[in-house]
């Protein structure tokens, strides 16, 4: 079972910046997307930004456009969560994903999701 890494995530001020990193997706057959998602407390896990590997094309919630940035390392094994002008309301647990039936999948339903990290938290205080 392929069990991705996660790194990075704690605390930070309102207007801050983190950098989250994923990697151990090397391992994944004919893998169509790679991307991040959230869960904060009582809420739906929720799609943040994914990566499409067959044309590196990114896709990114409303909520997060303009302030967060997906990469991913040359090699392919390691995508980035760059968050900047972090506000409260990014506080979540973050879920580093990727799939290997369908491109769309990173950017949709958490259901569908075929490979996850292990979460990390991320908080921002006012």
């Known amino acids: 079972q392929v069990r991705l890494v996660e790194s990075g995530g704690g605390s930070a001020q309102a207007g801050g910046s983190l950098r989250l990193s994923c990697g151990g997706s090397g391992w994944i057959y004919n893998r169509q997307c790679m991307g991040w998602f959230r869960q904060a407390p009582g809420k739906e896990r929720e799609p943040v930004a994914a990566?499409?590997?067959?044309?590196?094309?990114?896709i990114y919630a409303d909520s997060v456009k303009g302030r967060f940035t997906i990469s991913q390392d040359n090699a392919k094994d390691t995508v980035s969560l760059q968050m900047n002008n972090l506000k409260p309301e990014d506080t979540a647990v973050y879920y580093c994903?990727?799939?290997?039936?369908?491109?769309?999948?990173?950017?949709?339903?958490?259901?569908?999701?075929?490979?996850w990290g292990q979460g990390t938290q991320v908080t921002v205080s006012s």
């Open positions: 994903a990727a799939d290997a039936l369908s491109p769309m999948t990173c950017a949709r339903s958490w259901r569908s999701v075929g490979y």
């Open positions: 990566i499409v590997d067959a044309d590196g094309s990114t």
